[in-house]
């Protein structure tokens, strides 16, 4: 396999991820730096995955401690791993955040099935509840949208390691700030 191959195969991994609840790359592990600087990481959704401009959007909920960490400092790194595949995908990029109110998170909530719109309506994330099956808030669905974020990844740094019986194969790929690959090499795995 050669380096372009190995490349178009991870994103079209993760444009299957974004596609398809079943794929290995359905959920990604998500990671940030919080305010005393101790790494934060925590499962997130792979809503889409532009492989073009190397993009990968999530939804969270803007009072969440994640949405606060990456206000504070946009860097950060995605882990994802198929089993099925045996390919694990690193990646480093930079965040933009889009709020309710901009057009990227209102296109997105319309988007959304009921039941997942409903999950915006509970108190704030990480907040103490009584018991575990405490009831949620009795407010409108459309309240939601008021809490609900874009999370747009765009990826600087793709770190790719296919696992095999024989010659794992691995590879480090560098993307411009609008996508485009400026070098790739392959690594000792």
């Not at 939804?59 to 960490?69: A, F, M, Y």
């Not at 504070?72 to 995605?78: F, I, R, Y």
């Not at 010659?167 to 700030?177: E, G, I, K, M, V």
Request: net charge neutral.
């Amino acid at each position: 396999m050669d380096l372009k191959t190995f490349e178009a195969t991870a994103w079209a991994e993760l444009v299957a991820g974004a596609a398809d609840p079943q794929s290995g790359f359905r959920y990604l592990t998500l990671c940030t730096v919080d305010s005393a600087q101790q790494p934060q990481a925590r499962i997130v959704v792979l809503r889409q995955c532009d492989d073009s401009h190397r993009m990968l959007t999530f939804h969270t909920d803007v009072r969440s401690p994640k949405w606060q960490e990456m206000a504070a400092n946009p860097q950060v790194s995605v882990l994802g791993y198929c089993h099925q595949r045996r390919l694990q995908l690193r990646m480093v990029g930079r965040v933009e955040c889009y709020a309710a109110g901009s057009d990227v998170a209102r296109s997105a909530w319309r988007e959304l099935p009921q039941h997942t719109q409903q999950t915006y309506t509970g108190g704030p994330p990480g907040e103490v509840r009584v018991a575990a099956d405490e009831r949620r808030e009795a407010t409108a669905v459309e309240s939601g949208a008021s809490r609900f974020g874009v999370v747009i990844v765009r990826v600087s740094v793709l770190d790719a390691y296919q696992l095999q019986r024989n010659d794992n194969q691995r590879a480090l790929f560098h993307y411009s700030p609008h996508g485009s690959l400026q070098e790739s090499e392959w690594l000792n795995p």
